[in-house]
């Protein structure tokens, strides 16, 4: 067992400090990111070394408050990076994408739905507003 645990130790070692040197190089923030989220990984499998190793159990709720953290930064990162990278673009990709919507909006299921919305809304807005202010203006 000392000698597999020596083993597993020595190779995170490695893999953190490879991942330690991604992260510092990496060119691109995209790369600091999968660099940020492996080194989360060697981290929770040291945890989980020294878990095993010394047989305490009390190190297994630690384990998943930063499994969770680090799936929540890497989703948090890489939904900042769409926003970036469509805001950098926005204009040719807000156009197109505005085009399509408008042909799928043109068939049968997209006029049903704009009738039946616009129509509900148009009718309760419009004839609220309209009712309500003849009914004051003939009451009062």
Known sequence: MDQALTVVVAALLASGALVT???????STLDRAVALDALAAVVMAGIGVLTAARQIPYYLPGLLVLSFLGFTGSVSIARFLALRDEAGSGDGDDGDDEGDEGEGDDGDAGDGEGDGDGGDGAASGAGTGDSGGTERRSGG
Do not use: H, Y
Not at 21 to 27: A, K, N, T
């Open 21 to 27: 040197v991604r992260l510092v190089r990496g060119p």
